[in-house]
């Protein structure tokens, strides 16, 4: 997004004409940045070529997950949901990672009758539940183990899974019986030792003490995995405070992992390929005076996007034109819901606003839309992708006739 005399533009579409078109609010994608952000996750880790598993809980578009398809990519699922969303864009399913901690018999039913390439399994109860699936199919799995390495990510701890006090995996000890166990099953074949100690990382230390567990855990447990799943968690910069992952460390320290084993990578990216491709664009329903504060009204609420309500997380907000004259208040953007957490952010010195001026919320591709709701019976906003100098509707926007039933 750049300012063109004045007006701020995606890709070569002003914000003014997306909205006069599309109406607000409105989710639109940039397919140049995202088709960059592919590429430039491919060419950090080349060396190596891992399988990049875009992770589907992220963005669950149905049209961006065919074009991640169609850049060779895997999907990391964790809901049967996720599964065949996954397969119904055209992922080839020995491609698709299964995750998540409480996969229902029905799923794993389901993730079996596909033939996917792995489910990580994250309990002793969850490995017996396939195992006992495949028996009655007379099949044999292949599943991954999931560590839980007791690393801090240095990240929320709403968004933090890598420490002994995440629900997410199992420790050394467990791990290390249940290789002994599936090594004895006839239905189990055991391929991978799989990790994720959290979402927007942006440093690069975790992920090398993760690595040194891994390398300690599969030393004792004397066991050749054809898979190393080091999940995801690359984080992008929200704000001019955020420093940038350094890429070239973790590549380097993965390259020293991978001298010692042979093991193919596996990565679950989600943030890092969509997260900064997305922009919500909002119109200003009422400005609120209110003493040194004005509520800035937007028609966009915490069910369109709901990370500043849930994490306190920072999406920078624009306006769709640059005007000369700021407001010597603090403008409080917030939402029409009747909570009070239904808050985007509060800023100082920002540029006047006034009722039915435009302005968007960036860096809103993960966790976005797929976080949705239609709280307070509102309707959920239509999805658009810029791409090759044209505008796609990949989702229409919600009638009250389609939440209603009508």
Do not use: W
Not at 145 to 170: H, M, V, Y
Not at 222 to 235: A, N, R
Request: hydrophobic fraction near 35%; proline fraction near 3%; include cysteine.
């Amino acid at each position: 997004m750049r300012y063109i005399n004045k007006k701020l533009t995606i890709e070569k579409f002003s914000v003014e004409t997306i909205a006069r078109k599309y109406g607000t609010p409105t989710y639109c994608y940039s397919f140049k940045q995202f088709k960059k952000n592919i590429f430039n996750f491919k060419n950090n880790f080349k060396s190596f070529s891992p399988l990049i598993c875009f992770a589907i809980k992220s963005n669950t578009n149905l049209a961006l997950i065919k074009e991640i398809k169609k850049f060779g990519l895997g999907a990391d699922v964790v809901s049967m949901g996720e599964l065949m969303m996954a397969l119904k864009a055209g992922i080839n399913p020995k491609k698709i990672v299964f995750s998540g901690v409480g996969k229902t018999p029905n799923e794993i039913n389901y993730a079996i009758s596909k033939n996917i390439l792995l489910i990580n399994a994250e309990s002793e109860n969850e490995i017996k539940e396939i195992e006992k699936i495949a028996n009655s199919k007379n099949k044999i799995i292949q599943i991954g183990i999931r560590l839980n390495p007791n690393t801090d990510a240095k990240t929320l701890n709403q968004i933090s899974t890598g420490k002994k006090e995440n629900k997410f995996g199992i420790n050394e000890k467990k791990f290390l019986e249940l290789v002994k166990y599936c090594k004895k099953s006839k239905n189990i074949d055991l391929k991978c030792l799989s990790v994720h100690i959290g979402s927007q990382i942006l440093d690069h230390k975790p992920y090398e003490k993760m690595l040194m567990v891994i390398d300690k855990v599969i030393k004792k447990a004397k066991y050749k995995f054809k898979f190393i799943d080091l999940g995801g968690g690359m984080g992008i910069s929200y704000g001019k405070d955020d420093k940038s992952l350094n890429y070239k460390r973790y590549n380097f320290a993965i390259k020293n992992f991978l001298k010692k084993y042979s093991s193919k990578i596996i990565f679950e990216p989600g943030r890092s390929i969509i997260g900064n491709t997305g922009s919500l664009i909002s119109k200003v329903i009422y400005v609120k005076k209110n003493g040194k504060k004005d509520f800035i009204i937007l028609d966009a609420a915490m069910n369109d996007l709901i990370r500043p309500a849930l994490y306190g997380a920072m999406h920078k907000i624009l306006p769709a034109e640059k005007k000369n004259k700021r407001s010597n208040k603090i403008y409080e953007f917030v939402g029409p819901i009747c909570e009070s957490t239904d808050k985007f952010s509060s800023i100082k010195n920002f540029q006047e606003l006034k009722e039915n001026d435009l302005v968007v919320l960036h860096d809103v591709g993960a966790y976005g839309m797929s976080l949705s709701s239609n709280y307070n019976l509102r309707l959920k906003p239509i999805e658009i992708l810029v791409k090759n100098s044209k505008i796609k509707v990949i989702r229409k926007r919600q009638t009250y006739r389609d939440l209603l039933n009508l």
